[in-house]
């Protein structure tokens, strides 16, 4: 293994070498803003004495350098310098440049967003290697500065960095655990992870409260539909991250929870009344900002009672400066969500977004659709006076805030000794298993068909959905439900029968239950008619005992009335579905309460179970 210390080489790609800048590169680009820029995570936002010094910074940054430190963009590859040639060719496309070296050094970006699907996130030392090699490609540039380098790791079913990185439950999973303590541990130790690792930023927690069993966007993300019980949970998992030097991101301001349309894709609109507003969406913001929250991400939603120009969110002055600055008092990093969702793009083109947001009130600029296009709109904004220059200046100065207060300007490099102490340690994985249990939920368990005993019921078959992994855990869930049963000391068999199953392969899940003792089905967003239903009745008709695990929304349970022992995990990333097996298997006393309610399906103005439903052994 290769610290990074001394040196000047730079990182050459998958050379399995930690990028080892030189101490001089280093305190040239921080001179004078060492220690005493560096106060703790949380801290307020307005104006120190430290300012005076961020100010002369600033002045002497170029106007070209100063629109740079508002975007945060993505890049594809595994390395900063060397990528393999399919990330370059895609970056080409896209970008316009090979590598983020060049990104770094054509456009003088203040951040970088890591994703899995870019390539940025095979593993925690080629992780380390990448953000060196960033941080590396911007101290070198005169004036160099560090970048903040973020990603989506909520947890659940959000991660960019999978395993061997700890993986936790998913916001409505802790939700169910109704632990403030569990959440702020999550915070401190996928913090702990991902700044050794050398990501400072991650967008997390989701701030909504998710009062629509409909949403296809937030659901699980969310910690809950009472608008007190996710205030706390998102204020304790923002101090978790601020232990651990990471800057949280409270999301998706001022309230995605109540969609039916996924901004990825169209244009939501909340209906919501203003007072409504107050009571349900603003109490989560409130206590982020009330725990020295780092930065807020704006939602692309319209929210007329709030402002009634047709205008989504991330663009509204109404909003962004009247609402979240003026009234609530927030003067920290406000960051977009990503301008290539289609919730911002429906108005008004790639051109004018950046400018407009700019204009509203946002800070950080997240991965415009063409670099290119949004860099020359926002320099071109300021040249024709549409922008000014102190504008940009009062943006600049809240990131630069933020990069002192995490550290960054008194040294941004990581250490591989850092990564193998830090990420994914037995300690880690142990405490995300125990929180895990905390979570499931036990919905129905009639005539005690649970717990199981590998004793009277020794062959188990199970059966149901298989989505794609989540966040790069083992999967598939059956095959991993299967596993940790077998584990406990059934002979546990899996076969995937999909979100919507056919006639053939029911027909096949049932000869197979015939043969076992019990039947585990795995239900996933289970609708009125879905031929997952079909299933579990023909299953049932066995005669075989089946306990059913809704292993996404919790809502399944009012559509599969019939099954006498239902589960609810919030994810089926594996530590939710192993501590599920333990549950299944009477190792585990089942502590779960719903985080959100459960209508029935033939009336969904009744409620079904109520939040803070949950039963135990």
């Known amino acids: 293994m290769h610290d990074t210390s001394t040196g000047s080489t730079r990182n050459t790609g998958n050379t399995g070498n930690t990028a080892r800048p030189s101490r001089r590169t280093v305190l040239a680009a921080t001179a004078g803003l060492t220690a005493a820029l560096t106060a703790p995570a949380g801290a307020a936002h307005a104006a120190t004495s430290n300012d005076r010094a961020l100010r002369a910074l600033i002045s002497r940054m170029s106007l070209e350098e100063k629109v740079g430190q508002l975007f945060v963009m993505r890049v594809y590859g595994h390395s900063a310098t060397a990528p393999d040639q399919a990330d370059i060719d895609t970056n080409l496309k896209e970008i316009g440049v090979r590598t983020a070296a060049e990104l770094i050094e054509r456009y003088r970006v203040g951040g970088i967003i890591y994703f899995t699907w870019a390539h940025n996130t095979r593993d925690p030392h080629q992780i380390a290697d990448l953000s060196n090699g960033i941080q590396q490609a911007?101290?070198?540039?005169?004036r160099g500065l560090p970048l903040l380098i973020a990603t989506d790791q909520e947890h659940g079913i959000v991660c960019r960095v999978g395993r061997p990185a700890t993986l936790f439950p998913g916001a409505m999973a802790i939700g169910a655990g109704r632990s403030r303590s569990d959440a702020r541990t999550l915070g401190r130790?996928?913090?702990?992870?991902?700044?050794?690792?050398?990501?400072?930023?991650?967008?997390?927690p989701d701030a909504d409260v998710n009062v629509n069993p409909a949403n296809p966007v937030i659901g699980v993300r969310s910690f809950g539909a009472d608008p007190d019980a996710v205030a706390a949970l998102v204020a304790a998992e923002v101090r978790g991250y601020q232990t651990s030097r990471v800057a949280a991101t409270a999301k998706h301001f001022p309230g995605h929870g109540d969609t039916a349309v996924d901004s990825h894709t169209g244009f939501p609109v909340i209906t919501h009344s203003r007072d409504l507003w107050e009571k349900l969406d603003a109490a989560p913001f409130r206590a982020a900002i009330?725990?020295?929250i780092d930065s807020i991400m704006t939602a692309h939603i319209q929210f007329p009672a709030l402002d009634d120009s047709g205008d989504p969110a991330t663009l509204s002055h109404p909003i962004l400066t009247g609402i979240l600055r003026g009234e609530l008092g927030y003067d920290g990093v406000v960051v977009t969500d990503s301008l290539g969702m289609e919730g911002v793009r429906t108005k008004y083109g790639d051109d004018r977004v950046p400018v407009l947001a700019l204009k509203a009130g946002v800070d950080q600029l997240l991965n415009p659709p063409s670099i290119d296009v949004a860099w020359h709109a926002v320099l071109n904004a300021v040249r024709n006076?549409?922008?000014?220059e102190t504008r940009l200046d009062e943006s600049i100065l809240r990131i630069l805030r933020l990069k002192a207060r995490?550290?960054?300007?008194?040294?941004?490099?990581v250490r591989r000794s850092g990564v193998d102490r830090t990420v994914g340690t037995k300690s880690?994985?142990?405490?995300?298993d125990r929180i895990a249990e905390r979570t499931t939920t036990l919905l129905v368990n009639e005539d005690d068909a649970l717990p199981l005993d590998p004793l009277t019921e020794p062959r188990i078959l199970v059966v149901g959905a298989d989505p794609a992994s989540p966040s790069g855990t083992t999967g598939p869930p059956t095959s991993v439900l299967a596993t940790?049963?077998?584990?406990?000391g059934?002979?546990?068999t899996a076969l995937s029968t999909g979100t919507a199953p056919s006639a053939a392969t029911i027909a096949k899940a049932v000869a197979a239950a015939r043969d076992a003792d019990a039947v585990v089905v795995g239900t996933y967003n289970v609708t009125a008619g879905s031929t997952q239903q079909t299933l579990a009745e023909q299953l049932l008709a066995t005669g075989t005992p089946v306990v059913a695990v809704a292993i996404r929304n919790p809502y399944d349970v009012a559509q599969l009335s019939s099954v006498k022992a239902y589960l609810a995990t919030y994810s089926w990333t594996d530590v939710e579905l192993r501590a599920a097996a333990r549950v299944i298997a009477g190792r585990v006393n089942p502590r779960g309460r719903l985080p959100v309610p459960v209508q029935r399906a033939d009336d969904p103005t009744q409620v079904l179970y109520p939040l803070g439903h949950g039963l135990t052994y």
């Open 385 to 388: 006076g549409e922008l000014t």
């Open 290 to 292: 009330a725990a020295g």
């Open 138 to 142: 911007s101290l070198e540039l005169p």
């Open 189 to 204: 130790i996928s913090g702990a992870e991902l700044r050794a690792m050398g990501i400072n930023q991650d967008y997390s």
């Open 406 to 413: 995490l550290g960054l300007l008194d040294g941004a490099y």
């Open 484 to 488: 940790a049963l077998t584990e406990l």
């Open 490 to 492: 059934f002979t546990a």
């Open 428 to 432: 880690h994985l142990a405490t995300a």
